[in-house]
Nanobody, 126 residues
Framework: QVQLVESGGGLVQAGDSLRLSCAASTGSFSSYVMAWFRQAPGKEREFVAI????????YYADSVKGRFTMSRDNAKKTVFLQMNSLKPEDTAVYYC???????????????????WGKGTLVTVSS
């Protein structure tokens, strides 16, 4: 079992930055591919970013590419999502997810991830 706890969400203005964190409780954190998803009100949960077990490979949704950066610290069992140049359309609940067997690639679906956090709300005002 893996427990994931997100933090760092909040209310910001368009153009601002936020850094989300996701802390994992597992003894084998480096064995897991980690990802961020988000879900806006009335919309389906969508892929944001994914990072390989070593942190050497990342993929991003087109909507956030060039603005968001995902990273991980395996010693601290934590992943991060640095979000810059935030837009009102980035408003959503952001979820951290983990999977032990997934191969890192673009456009991972929510159903492919085994473990989820409860999410942290990011609100971007115009």
């Amino acid at each position: 079992q893996v427990q994931l706890v997100e933090s760092g969400g909040g209310l910001v203005q368009a153009g601002d930055s936020l850094r989300l964190s996701c802390a994992a409780s597992t003894g084998s954190f480096s064995s897991y591919v980690m990802a961020w998803f988000r879900q806006a009100p009335g919309k389906e949960r969508e892929f944001v970013a994914i990072i390989s077990r070593t942190g050497g490979t990342t993929y991003y949704a087109d909507s956030v590419k060039g603005r968001f950066t995902m990273s991980r610290d395996n010693a601290k069992k934590t992943v991060f999502l640095q979000m810059n140049s935030l837009k009102p359309e980035d408003t959503a609940v952001y979820y951290c997810a983990a999977d032990r067997f997934l191969q890192v690639r673009m456009r991972v679906g929510p159903g492919e991830m085994d473990y989820w956090g409860k999410g942290t709300l990011v609100t971007v005002s115009s």
